[in-house]
């Protein structure tokens, strides 16, 4: 942290004699480590009190929304890699689903249950760097490098069914993008079977810390109320006791036909979110050994010739196919005119891609209503009034990725 | 006025019957409701459906630019009431040469940072926001970028200038 200007006395009132409170302004980022990328706040501070925090937000900003409106409707699902990048899949589904109920295309239930258990894996990966960089905020170490283990595997197994390691790009309008790689299931079991005791070492690793449990418990606490009022969605706000997820409240791809508990502590403290965080991780491996166990028959992408790439064979051997697969490389396919909006929980909270289409090749406007952009207005809320030491654990808790704020 | 299948939603009836005139029309779409609020009466409508309809939060508020149809700009609000699982959206009109309507920062503190990057990206004022400035241009930025006659490429500080 940096000293920005000098120190400024209070208001005459408070005098400028000994043991006098002085205000000081405090600059904190946009390069720190523990502000997670590129956030800049603004800290009044009283003694180590702070007395306002103001974010600021933007460098990040690359226009995304604008450059979609410049690309083909199935190239955009590459930009939505980008806004939040621990949460590809998510989103991929996210923007798919709404561009689908635009199309009003039927997912086959094969492709449905592998995006679920994609999603799920990607809930357990963004899960896992969450609690490695908060962890090391609070200065626990070892839980860094465990997590980071085992994200490693994670990566390892989207690198195997897409090629790549986070811009995965493999939830595509009208289903997936490839056959799943052979051996998918052996790899995606030996995994996630082995996940319920690594959580038991981080859990014994951070339980049994108490310089971990102190910082966390009792700290930057706030009520639903005023959560949802502020915008917040997702994890924050199961801990402080509302029980509403979106895959239960408004359940899409085939969700409903899954058996899990949504986790919810009615604290609203740090700890709180920790202990629902890792609950989650351990409802997403059961959806994904549910999924697993029993992935239905049939095929990856939907019956909708002027949407989906016809199979290579019967390109090379059916004209229509050729023609089919002309069409949408050359121009893409057009979505009828309306406008959609289709939730999704992220690891984050809710997103939901905005479309609006006007009848073309391209979208006319894509909203990303992004979680952490919501959940960062709560940062004032969180801060002011507590230590700034306590901050760090508050900033932590929120769990934000500042591509999903700035996009 | 209303399509019926929009009048049979209880929400809807509810919000005539607090002022009709408020509405100006709606859709009922692939099971999204959507209804048109006059411009001037957005912030008493979102206060209604806070308060006796439970929408307590804002998931999002965004614009859409009809350029160069006139009225140019539609404010959208999705609003989400999560103790009676129930989603509705709101849109507004304004004409390109007079953009601006009512803060509901009064009803949703959380509309703060989006209708501030509506301003920033779109131009629309929102009188009665508390802080109303640019939230992800650089401050001293000229235009504002989503609109549809903003280039995507040959602006000043683009990188292909073509």
Same mark, same amino acid.
């Given at each position: 942290m940096n000293v920005q200007g000098n120190t400024v006395p209070t208001d005459p009132q408070s005098g400028g004699g000994a043991g006098a409170t002085r205000r000081m302004t405090l600059n904190m980022g946009p390069q720190h480590p523990s502000t997670h990328g590129v956030l800049r706040i603004l800290l009044e501070l009283d003694g180590e009190t702070v007395l306002s925090a103001k974010p600021d937000i933007g460098f990040l900003h690359t226009g995304i929304e604008k450059q979609?409106?410049?690309?083909? %409707?199935?190239?955009?699902?590459?930009?939505?890699? /980008?806004?939040?990048?621990?949460?590809? $899949?998510?989103?991929? $589904?996210?923007?798919?689903?709404? @561009?689908?109920? #635009?199309?009003?295309?039927e997912i086959p239930p094969k492709a449905q %249950?592998? /995006?679920?258990?994609?999603?799920?894996?990607?809930?357990?990966?963004?899960?896992? @760097? %969450?609690? &490695?960089?908060?962890?090391?905020?609070?200065g626990a170490m070892t839980v860094f490098f465990y997590c980071f283990r085992e994200r490693e595997e994670i990566l390892k197994l989207f690198e195997m069914f897409s090629g790549q390691r986070l811009m995965t790009s493999y939830i595509r309008i009208g289903g997936l993008a490839l056959e799943p790689p052979l051996g998918w299931e052996k790899a995606v079991g030996g995994f996630i079977r082995g996940l319920p005791s690594k959580i038991d070492e981080y859990e014994n690793l951070l339980k049994s810390n108490p310089i971990f449990m102190q910082r966390t418990q009792g700290v930057g606490k706030l009520?639903?109320?005023? #959560?949802?009022? #502020? &915008?917040v969605t997702g994890p924050m706000v199961r801990a402080a006791g509302l029980s509403w997820d979106i895959r239960k409240s408004e359940p899409y791809s085939s969700y409903e036909k899954f058996d899990f508990t949504v986790p919810v502590e009615p604290e609203g403290d740090v700890y709180a979110r920790y202990l629902v965080r890792? /609950?989650?991780? /351990?409802?997403?491996?059961?959806?994904?050994v549910q999924a697993l166990e029993g992935m239905p028959e049939g095929s990856i992408k939907a019956d909708a010739p002027h949407v989906v790439l016809p199979d290579r064979e019967k390109m090379k051997t059916q004209m229509e196919a050729l023609i089919y697969h002309f069409k949408i490389v050359t121009e893409g396919f057009r979505v009828p005119a309306g406008e959609a909006y289709? =939730? @999704?929980?992220? =690891?984050?909270?809710?997103?939901?891609?905005?479309?609006v289409s006007d009848g073309t090749s391209k979208p006319h406007r894509i909203f990303m209503r992004t979680p952490s952009f919501g959940n960062l207005?709560? #940062? =004032?809320?969180?801060?002011? &009034?507590?230590?700034?030491?306590?901050?760090?654990?508050?900033l932590g808790s929120m769990d934000f990725v500042l591509g999903d704020v700035d996009r | 006025m209303l399509p019926e299948a929009l009048g049979a939603i209880e929400t809807v009836s509810a919000l005539e019957a607090f002022n009709e005139a408020a509405v100006t029309g709606g859709e009922l779409s692939r099971g999204e409701a959507l209804l048109w609020i006059r411009r001037e009466k957005i912030a008493e409508v979102c206060l209604f459906l806070r308060d006796e309809r439970k929408f307590e939060r804002l998931s999002g508020?965004?614009?859409?630019?009809?350029?160069?149809?006139?009225?140019?700009f539609e404010v959208l609000y999705l609003l989400h009431s999560v103790s009676r699982n129930e989603r509705?959206?709101?849109?507004?009109?304004?004409?390109g040469d007079a953009a601006d309507v009512a803060s509901v920062t009064g009803v949703w503190p959380g509309a703060d940072w989006y209708e501030r990057e509506a301003f920033d990206l779109f131009g629309v004022r929102f009188t009665g926001h508390p802080d109303l400035r640019r939230i992800m241009m650089p401050h001293d930025w000229e235009g504002h970028p989503l609109r549809k006659d903003f280039p995507t490429h040959g602006h000043k500080y683009s990188y292909r200038n073509d």
């Open positions: 979609a409106e410049a690309l083909g %409707w199935q190239q955009v699902v590459t930009l939505t890699d /980008r806004v939040d990048y621990l949460a590809n $899949l998510s989103n991929n $589904l996210a923007y798919c689903l709404s @561009v689908e109920k #635009l199309l009003g295309l %249950w592998m /995006r679920v258990l994609l999603t799920e894996i990607t809930r357990i990966n963004s899960h896992l @760097v %969450w609690l &490695g960089t908060h962890a090391l905020d609070l009520s639903v109320e005023k #959560l949802l009022a #502020l &915008g890792m /609950r989650e991780m /351990r409802e997403s491996q059961k959806i994904v289709v =939730p @999704v929980e992220s =690891p984050r909270g809710e997103i939901g891609f905005y479309v207005q709560s #940062l =004032p809320a969180l801060f002011e &009034g507590n230590l700034i030491s306590d901050s760090i654990a508050s | 508020l965004t614009v859409i630019d009809r350029h160069p149809i006139e009225p140019r509705l959206k709101l849109k507004v009109a304004l004409p």
